[in-house]
């Protein structure tokens, strides 16, 4: 049975509530226009346990979430919400969302809901601290204008000294050292969403 977006009575507000409150899994509600509805109490733990004060419910409901999703990934996102509403069955993905201290692999699920709408539910598969690197420099992965390349699936960094490779650079990332903007690599590009 699809999720009801827009319960009728209180009742069905307190069953989602307690439901999805309980599960570990980062679960948010879109309506039928993609803007967030509701978010579940894991996903203001992962919020805060990350620095994302910014990412609380209370602060992204009401937000489109395609405002939040890296221009490269816009295309295979809407494609994916055109099905689940198109075939009304779900829609699975696999991704990365690491932080400079936990290496993790999500499962993405997006369901289809009555009156239009989608449940997400991303589900953590694997976490383990990342393995330990020499300290990197700025200027390999900063360019000219000091804005460095993130791929926005795999999180990890191009450098323009020797150009091409994608790296993993928590350290500049996390101190707040590099400023960026998102892309693909070229494997996530190829392997992950089809394209290039």
Known sequence: MAANLQPTTAEPISIWKEAYDKNDSLIYLLDRDLTIARCNLAWDVFALANNGTSALSSKVVGTCIMDVVPPALQS??????????????????????????????????????????????????????????????????????????????????????????????????????????????DFCAAYHYHIR
């Not at 009304?88 to 991704?95: E, L």
């Open 76 to 185: 295979f996102y809407r494609t994916a919400y055109d099905a689940v509403e198109r075939f009304r069955r779900n829609w699975w993905h696999i991704f990365e969302c690491s932080s400079p201290t936990q290496a993790r692999i999500y499962q993405m699920r997006i369901m289809p809901c009555d009156g239009g709408g989608f449940l997400t539910i991303n589900t953590l598969m694997s976490e383990a601290p990342p393995g330990v690197e020499s300290p990197k420099n700025l200027a390999d992965y900063a360019g000219a204008d000091g804005i460095a390349i993130m791929c926005s699936n795999c999180r990890r960094v191009k450098r323009v000294s020797p150009p091409g490779a994608w790296e993993w650079i928590p350290e500049l990332l996390w101190s707040g050292q590099i400023l960026t903007t998102f892309d693909l690599c």
